[in-house]
C-alpha cells in the first residue's frame, strides 16, 4: 500500500556571499526546509 502526503513550501534561499561559490549550501537548506514541510504535513494528517 502507497499512501502519498503532499507538501508545500516556499522555498526560502540562503544568504551567501557573492565570493563563496557553494551548492551545497544550497542544497542542504533545500533539504531541510523540505523536510519540515513534510513533518508538517505529517502533523495535519494525523
Known sequence: MKIS???EFEYVE???PEDV???TTLIISFVLQARSAFVSAM???V
Do not use: Y
Open 21 to 23: 561559490i557553494d551548492n
Open 14 to 16: 540562503p544568504k551567501i
Open 43 to 45: 502533523d495535519a494528517w
Open 5 to 7: 502526503i503532499p507538501a
